[in-house]
């Protein structure tokens, strides 16, 4: 039978080395900027934009064997849009459509997404939007629990009417839009702030793990390593950190007092000793501070696993 490994707080501050670190992040998520007292921007904190979205019209269209290549300029600026299946192309209104030149749209493309240092700018967006006359309005961003966009200028009101999809074109439910990257297609707001909308349809842009009662494998390894490899510290079961980032898909990078660890548009920077993480460009905070409780192994409070998991 597993023994429970019961790590006292005053052993835990012995194993933990070097002078705290403000965490950092390196990517964006879109949640509001934490920032400490001193900072001169605390009382203007800002958000940092989640997606980034290139606008112009088709001028050329490349058909190549991986992609197709679609150059767009807009006044002296040219951009070329890597598009392929995975590709979501919608007119404004939400109907999915075929790029053609002549064509305007709008690009969205993850903030923090590589790019290739090249001329023109390729970029290979996650959505196009064809502009028509027709009315409707897109919106390309994060949604927190309340279903409020990064910048608080937008609040879904999902109803009975709003067709609600995943990524693969399954139908979703409106508790699976929280804290989840959407795209929104809809036509009216109220005047208040944020601006409320019932949106006419919303895509689930993040992947689900387990569509349709699928089972995710990776997710049976985590609980086996949780079930065998954990310590308990001030009433809180730790279990190691990078073993079960890896194990979930997330690239993991030492810093020498702690980890980040980045999966797509999701970053995490985590320091020992230290209860404040952070996520993306907000700070979160632990129950109990990360530790190294066994040789180059950091462990983290098992809830943090449960926000990776989902």
Known sequence: MKM????????????????????TASANEGETVVTNATDNKEQNPE?????????????????REDATYFTVKENENINVFVVNDETLVF???????KLQKGDQVTAYTYANKPMLMIYPPQYNPEVIIVETKEMGI????????????TDNTLKLNVGKETELLSLSGEKVKAKDLAEQHLLVFYTITTMSIPAQTPPSKVVVLDTFAQEQGEV?????????IINNDF???EGT???????????????VESTGKGAIISKGAVSYTITRGQKEYGYNKALRYFKVAPVLLEPSKTYVPVEFIEELMK
């Open 4 to 23: 429970t490994k019961v790590v006292p707080f005053a052993m835990s501050a012995l194993l933990i080395g070097g002078a705290v670190v403000a965490p």
């Open 47 to 63: 958000v940092q934009p989640t997606f980034i979205k290139i606008a112009g019209t088709i001028e050329n269209v490349e058909k």
């Open 91 to 97: 007119d404004n209104t939400g109907k999915e459509v």
């Open 138 to 149: 897109v919106g390309v961003d994060f949604f927190n629990k309340e279903l409020v966009n």
């Open 216 to 224: 995710d494998p990776s997710k049976a390894a985590v609980q086996e």
């Open 231 to 233: 310590y308990d510290v």
């Open 237 to 251: 079961k730790m279990v190691p950190l990078r073993l079960i980032a890896e194990e979930l898909g997330f690239k």
